[in-house]
């Protein structure tokens, strides 16, 4: 049975700082570009950050550069973002998902992941 369970969504300060972490099990993430997405109230889901399938080349969406950092465990089949700096606009649903591809094709769209988790929530008041 495939399962991505994303974990550490919390309420914080603006100007706080949060690290999510997403688990597979029944499922490689190793061989694969990973990547995060988020997705507010009313709006549609963008691509954040993703990282190649050996952790060599990362991208972040222009409002989260410098602030957040992307990162793996392809032994613990896991994925991880550290979040600096939160302000409230990062306030969203924060999903996992797993490529098609062992790279992360640009712009990150979802119709290049085809495994997700069902996201944790991070709220940042001002």
């Known amino acids: 049975q495939v399962q991505v369970a994303e974990s550490g969504g919390d309420s914080v300060q603006a100007g706080g700082s949060l690290k999510l972490s997403c688990t597979a099990s029944?499922?490689?993430?190793?061989?694969?570009?990973v990547g995060w997405f988020r997705q507010a109230p009313g709006q549609m889901r963008e691509g954040v950050s993703c990282?190649?399938?050996?952790?060599?080349?990362?991208y972040y969406t222009d409002s989260v550069k410098g602030r957040f950092t992307i990162s793996r465990d392809n032994a613990k089949n896991t994925l991880f973002l550290q979040m600096n700096n939160l302000k409230p606009e990062d306030t969203a649903m924060y999903y996992c998902?797993?490529?098609?591809?062992?790279?992360?094709?640009?712009?990150?769209?979802?119709?290049?992941?085809?495994?997700w988790g069902q996201g944790t929530q991070v709220t940042v008041s001002s």
């Open positions: 029944g499922l490689n993430f190793g061989g694969f570009a």
């Open positions: 998902a797993r490529s098609q591809s062992i790279w992360c094709r640009l712009p990150l769209s979802t119709v290049d992941f085809n495994y």
């Open positions: 990282i190649q399938w050996n952790g060599v080349s990362t």
